[in-house]
């Protein structure tokens, strides 16, 4: 049988197949893995899951949807590039790891609007080492009453990463974090320990599938940093996330973040792979 790509529906014989894949990797796998899960509970998730269907079953994957997503086999990718061509540019970012993405943007760049920046290098972390640091006990879960100080310190946060404020193309943004807020999926630092007051810190659980987490939104208010803050307070958020939610907790960086990296060696990251993200 020829490979061929297949868009994936709910009850798809290849799920399980993909499931496969995705474990090889899974720290990197992590979104592809998560975008499967919800196909197979029949929830609606916002995109497309498509896939290269092999004789041996599943080799390569593409997630399709506000962001674009590779994994699996290289070779694929041309096909993939042909169904980006067919879509047109929808996403905000192209994400994963680093040499899919590198050659999936480089066939698709031709007829794409050029992107505003292109982030080749970001170490993929997983915690799979020992904690040196004592965790912070002023983290908390955030609250409702704290979800317009969690919103307003992740927009600076995006204001700092990406250089605009995400409300410049609508609230979407804006209703992810207090969604995750309701979740119990935000963690927080508060000023005076109050709910509702400015956040010193959050971070919040960005993907949970099976026994995988992948953390986003790591933020120190830029006044309080250098002061040990951080390391405390991650510290605190990897325990609590592995008792509460899952056993293995990944992230990733920007290689120029020297600050963050060495916070990250510090709770007990190590490296085990590398992300690029193209940001459009």
């Not at 070779?75 to 929808?90: K, N, S, V, Y």
């Amino acid at each position: 049988m020829a490979a061929r790509i297949e868009r994936l529906a709910t009850g798809s014989d290849l799920l399980p197949a993909l499931a496969r894949l995705t474990r090889r990797e899974p720290h990197a796998s992590i979104s592809v893995r998560y975008r499967a899960a919800r196909l197979e509970a029949g929830l609606p998730d916002g995109g497309t899951l498509f896939v290269r269907r092999t004789e041996a079953g599943v080799d390569a994957a593409l997630w399709l949807g506000s962001n674009v997503v590779p994994c699996g086999a290289h070779d694929a990718l041309p096909e993939f590039a042909r169904i980006l061509a067919t879509h047109g540019r929808r996403c905000t970012s192209i994400l994963g790891p680093d040499h899919l993405v590198a050659d999936l943007w480089r066939i698709v760049a031709p007829l794409w609007p050029r992107p505003r920046e292109i982030r080749r290098h970001q170490p993929l972390l997983a915690a799979t080492g020992e904690c040196s640091v004592e965790p912070n006990p002023r983290v908390r879960i955030a609250e409702m009453g704290d979800a317009d100080a969690v919103a307003a310190s992740a927009r600076r946060m995006y204001r700092e990463e990406v250089g605009y404020d995400p409300r410049r193309f609508g609230l979407a943004y804006e209703r992810h974090m207090r969604e995750r807020v309701a979740q119990g999926r935000s963690y927080v630092i508060t000023a005076g320990d109050r709910v509702g007051a400015s956040a010193h810190f959050i971070c919040e659980v960005g993907i949970l599938v099976d026994d995988l987490v992948e953390l986003h939104g790591v933020w120190v208010d830029p006044r309080l940093r250098g002061r040990g803050l951080a390391s405390g307070a991650m510290a605190a958020v990897l325990a609590d996330v592995r008792r509460r939610f899952a056993p293995h907790i990944s992230l990733y960086v920007n290689a120029d973040n020297d600050a963050a990296l060495r916070l990250y060696e510090r709770t007990g990251f190590t490296r085990v792979g590398q992300f690029a993200t193209v940001i459009m």
